[in-house]
């Protein structure tokens, strides 16, 4: 490139005939001109484009992008998107599992607010007849022995009981209770059978919805 330009501007420089030199023309060489041409800076002009040239040139081109590089790119651009749609999926999927069992549990507590509302409303009365084992015994001694000594969570004995009678003497007891949806009458006619020195038989003869 500098020879280029150091060869330019020796053709620049080189001596060239001026008009004076021309038969017939010396004369108009020594009129005056108003504006006389500056080789120098045409000179300087021409020397700097072909610098500019020469450093254009010189630029090194940009790096080619392959194949392999476009590829590596769009695989690690797929990796990055799976890896945000499978966290997004564990979010998604977590908040349905909670969302799932809360339901759950906010069901399951309605169910167990309404069976103990049904519970403490609804209620069942039991008729049993109790037979002793002979007639000496003291039967309303027996009935508040049984009223008494068997309990349970919602049982509740009715407040007197009638003695009615059976044959050859002896009398049975006729008496009630009330029960809730938790209690169990077969229960409860175990337990007084339990009494097997002071109770023959004990049998269930209704049962009603109140």
Known sequence: VALSVTHHIHRINRPCHTWSS?????????MSTPNTYDFHMDEMSVALSYVMMAQDGAAAPAAAVTPTQIEKEEETKTEVKEDNNKKD???????????????LAHLKKE???????KEATQRTLVCIEVKPWDTEQDLMELWKKITTTITQDGLVWGENCKLVPVAFGIKKIQCTFTMG????????????EALEDEVQSVEVTSMNML
């Not at 021309?22 to 020594?30: E, K, N, Q, V, Y």
């Not at 999926?89 to 339901?103: A, N, P, T, V």
């Open 22 to 30: 021309l038969p017939g023309i010396r004369a108009l060489s020594t």
């Open 89 to 103: 999926e564990e979010e998604i999927e977590g908040e349905s599992k909670e969302s799932h069992e809360e339901k």
């Open 111 to 117: 169910a167990e607010e309404r069976l103990a509302k």
């Open 181 to 192: 949806m938790s209690n169990s009458s077969d229960a409860v006619v175990e337990a007084i």
